[in-house]
């Protein structure tokens, strides 16, 4: 009989020839496979029929049938073959089968649940002294599994990976916001693709790793990417970190409260619990323990807490929760929630939150707060405050209003632009409302997220805006005002005006953010809209405007000159 008998990926109803020379009276012909995809075997006189299931998977599969031909008085004659069933095709925009590996793993310290990090990097280009080659495709994997068998050659576990969340490390994941397509152009930075879906499939045969990836792009392209061959991952992780190993239970001695960030109507601050005793110059004197908190809650300008149960079950970002601890790649340090013991040596053991609570009571800056934590090791972080506590460095407004004001927006011509699924779920949109000369008048800038809609033809929809409730903004909510981190630009929605012209450059010297308010827009269809609004800025003045007219349409996932933000000088 031949030796490999083929099967197509659908799976099948069939039957292999087995001739049997010189067949005995009374002889029977048996086979068997211990594969759980092939079932119902048969034997005939001179075939051996099964049932073969359908084969899901990327990857070519083999099965070993053996066949028994018992005669006589216990007499048996064996044989074997494979059956080979083919793979799934891909029908795919870009292939790649990858020649070059490059793996670097982190242990846990990014996982939120203790969940070990790889980072896979498959190319048709090596890495040249850690840096991207000129013309070279490379699809970066971060992915997030099980502690490895063995320590001193990590691997990722075998399995199915799918396209987790943003900000998620859930195990058997790689995270849509680092995993991403390279095309490595010159010198410059890379240009870069994200994924809205995919799997990446591991095996292993022997010490040979076989990686096979189907996703779908930011544009609704599909990409394979396959490799076979070895894998060796550099071990990154942290020289000085020291995973912290014992249960924290302790008495508040000091505790300081600092703000971080306004998101929507929601402050986020970083408290910090000790029960170390501070020296002259207000450091720590060892040991003993740290835990810092990172939790979003209402913002108040007088410094206050809102009493409440803060978790990590809501959503980082939103009223009432907590951020999870994790080490940030960039700077290998942890941030989030999370929990020191340093020792007598300075030597400090830290532990990563991301199970438990926060209970807020009392008011008028005088608190009791309890906190109950579980590290993603299992030890318990707990301890008490009982006293007084003010948030520190609360940002001023830097709104320039001194008083309520409506915006001249007479002289205004206006532009929409297009930036697809920008943040999580929705299509997000840029309105501007810009002087015709440049100068003359008030502008406005207003950055939406609409229900899912029809792109850039349809426009943006009729409907009531309110400000984002968390630091992703929702559908049906706009971003609120702030200045970038550089101080260079403002983002969001702002009024802007007072405009004037420094040499080449023109800016506004006057201006107010869009903290608390409605932002009314009706589609008039052919590109003509009405745009009405009533906001409050960052120092309690309401600012207010009416604007009707066509807006020239961008689209921002196209144009790459198209820029999110407004320079302030």
Same mark, same amino acid.
């Given at each position: 009989?031949?030796?490999?008998?083929?099967?197509?990926?659908?799976?099948?109803?069939?039957?292999?020839?087995?001739?049997?020379?010189?067949?005995?009276?009374?002889?029977?012909?048996?086979?068997?496979? %211990?594969?759980?995809?092939?079932?119902?075997?048969?034997?005939?006189?001179?075939?051996?029929?099964?049932?073969?299931?359908?084969? %899901?998977?990327?990857?070519?599969?083999?099965?070993?049938?053996?066949?028994?031909?018992?005669?006589?008085?216990?007499?048996?004659?064996?044989?074997?073959?494979?059956?080979?069933?083919?793979?799934?095709?891909?029908?795919?925009?870009?292939?790649? @089968?990858?020649?070059?590996?490059?793996?670097?793993?982190?242990?846990?310290?990014?996982?939120?649940?203790?969940?070990?990090?790889?980072?896979?990097?498959?190319?048709?280009?090596?890495?040249?002294?850690?840096?991207?080659?000129?013309?070279?495709?490379?699809?970066?994997?971060?992915?997030?599994?099980?502690?490895?068998?063995?320590?001193?050659?990590?691997?990722?576990?075998?399995?199915?990976?799918?396209?987790?969340?943003?900000?998620?490390?859930?195990?058997?994941?790689?995270? #849509?916001?680092?995993?991403?397509?390279?095309?490595?152009?010159?010198?410059?930075?890379?240009?870069?693709?994200?994924?809205?879906?995919?799997?990446?499939?591991?095996?292993?045969?022997?010490?040979?790793?076989?990686?096979?990836?189907?996703?779908?792009?930011?544009?609704?392209?599909?990409?394979?990417?396959?490799?076979?061959?070895?894998?060796?991952?550099?071990?990154?992780?942290?020289?000085?970190?020291?995973?912290?190993?014992?249960?924290? %239970?302790?008495?508040?001695?000091?505790?300081?409260?600092?703000?971080?960030?306004?998101?929507?109507?929601?402050?986020?601050?970083?408290?910090?619990?000790?029960?170390?005793?501070?020296?002259?110059?207000?450091?720590?004197?060892?040991?003993?323990?740290?835990?810092?908190?990172?939790?979003?809650? #209402?913002?108040?300008?007088?410094?206050?807490?809102?009493?409440?149960?803060?978790?990590?079950?809501?959503?980082?970002?939103?009223?009432?929760?907590?951020?999870?601890?994790?080490?940030?790649?960039?700077?290998?340090?942890?941030?989030?929630?999370?929990?020191?013991?340093?020792?007598?040596? @300075?030597?400090?053991?830290?532990?990563?939150?991301?199970?438990?609570?926060?209970?807020?009571?009392?008011?008028?800056?005088?608190?009791? !707060?309890?906190?109950?934590?579980?590290?993603?090791?299992?030890?318990?972080?707990?301890?008490?405050?009982?006293?007084?506590?003010?948030?520190?460095?609360?940002?001023?407004?830097?709104?320039?209003?001194?008083?309520?004001?409506?915006?001249?927006?007479?002289?205004?011509?206006?532009?929409?632009?297009?930036?697809?699924?920008?943040?999580?779920?929705?299509?997000?949109?840029?309105?501007?409302?810009?002087?015709?000369?440049?100068?003359?008048?008030?502008?406005?800038?207003?950055?939406?997220?609409? #229900?899912?809609?029809?792109?850039?033809?349809?426009?943006?929809?009729?409907?009531?805006?309110?400000?984002?409730?968390?630091?992703?903004?929702?559908?049906?909510?706009?971003?609120?005002?702030?200045?970038?981190? %550089?101080?260079?630009?403002?983002?969001?929605?702002?009024?802007?005006?007072?405009?004037?012209?420094?040499?080449?450059?023109?800016?506004?010297?006057?201006?107010?953010?869009?903290?608390?308010?409605?932002?009314? !827009?009706?589609?008039?269809?052919?590109?003509?809209?009405?745009?009405?609004?009533?906001?409050?800025?960052?120092?309690?003045?309401?600012?207010?405007?009416?604007?009707?007219?066509?807006?020239?349409?961008?689209?921002?996932?196209?144009?790459?000159?198209?820029?999110?933000?407004?320079?302030?000088?």
């Amino acid at each position: 009989m031949e030796r490999e008998f083929f099967v197509p990926a659908e799976g099948a109803d069939t039957s292999a020839a087995c001739l049997v020379e010189n067949p005995v009276k009374g002889g029977v012909l048996k086979a068997q496979s %211990d594969v759980d995809w092939i079932s119902n075997i048969n034997c005939g006189s001179a075939d051996v029929a099964m049932s073969v299931a359908p084969n %899901d998977s990327r990857q070519e599969r083999t099965a070993v049938m053996t066949v028994v031909y018992e005669y006589g008085d216990g007499d048996t004659v064996c044989t074997e073959f494979n059956i080979v069933q083919a793979c799934v095709e891909i029908d795919a925009d870009y292939v790649l @089968e990858a020649t070059e590996f490059n793996g670097v793993y982190f242990g846990s310290q990014y996982g939120h649940k203790g969940e070990h990090c790889y980072n896979v990097y498959l190319s048709d280009k090596p890495m040249e002294n850690s840096y991207m080659v000129d013309g070279g495709t490379y699809y970066l994997f971060d992915l997030f599994t099980v502690e490895p068998e063995n320590s001193l050659n990590p691997q990722p576990a075998p399995g199915t990976y799918i396209l987790g969340e943003d900000r998620e490390t859930e195990s058997m994941t790689f995270t #849509p916001d680092n995993s991403c397509r390279f095309y490595q152009r010159g010198t410059g930075m890379p240009e870069q693709l994200f994924f809205t879906a995919g799997t990446l499939e591991i095996s292993y045969e022997g010490d040979v790793a076989v990686y096979d990836a189907v996703l779908t792009d930011t544009e609704g392209k599909v990409h394979h990417v396959s490799y076979t061959g070895q894998s060796r991952f550099i071990y990154d992780g942290m020289t000085e970190f020291h995973a912290l190993e014992q249960d924290l %239970d302790f008495e508040v001695l000091v505790t300081e409260a600092s703000w971080l960030a306004n998101a929507g109507d929601l402050m986020e601050i970083s408290i910090t619990f000790t029960d170390m005793n501070l020296d002259g110059d207000g450091y720590i004197i060892p040991p003993g323990s740290i835990l810092y908190v990172d939790v979003f809650m #209402p913002f108040n300008e007088n410094g206050e807490l809102t009493p409440g149960t803060y978790s990590f079950d809501n959503k980082p970002g939103t009223a009432n929760s907590l951020c999870p601890g994790e080490m940030t790649q960039e700077s290998m340090y942890p941030s989030g929630t999370y929990a020191d013991y340093i020792d007598e040596s @300075e030597i400090a053991y830290t532990g990563l939150i991301s199970s438990g609570k926060m209970t807020v009571s009392g008011n008028a800056g005088n608190y009791g !707060i309890e906190c109950e934590f579980v590290t993603a090791e299992g030890h318990s972080v707990k301890c008490t405050y009982s006293g007084l506590l003010v948030v520190k460095n609360l940002p001023e407004g830097f709104s320039t209003l001194t008083q309520d004001y409506k915006l001249d927006l007479s002289a205004t011509v206006g532009e929409i632009v297009f930036w697809g699924d920008y943040y999580e779920g929705g299509e997000n949109w840029m309105i501007y409302l810009d002087p015709s000369d440049g100068v003359t008048g008030d502008a406005f800038m207003a950055e939406i997220v609409v #229900p899912d809609g029809t792109g850039v033809s349809g426009g943006i929809p009729t409907g009531t805006y309110k400000p984002a409730s968390g630091l992703n903004p929702l559908p049906g909510e706009y971003v609120t005002g702030q200045i970038s981190s %550089d101080g260079n630009s403002f983002i969001g929605t702002m009024y802007l005006g007072d405009y004037v012209t420094d040499g080449q450059q023109t800016y506004p010297r006057a201006f107010a953010p869009a903290i608390s308010g409605d932002l009314n !827009i009706v589609n008039l269809g052919n590109g003509a809209y009405e745009l009405s609004f009533t906001f409050m800025d960052d120092k309690g003045h309401e600012w207010t405007g009416e604007w009707s007219g066509n807006m020239a349409v961008s689209d921002g996932t196209e144009d790459l000159s198209v820029s999110k933000v407004c320079r302030r000088r």
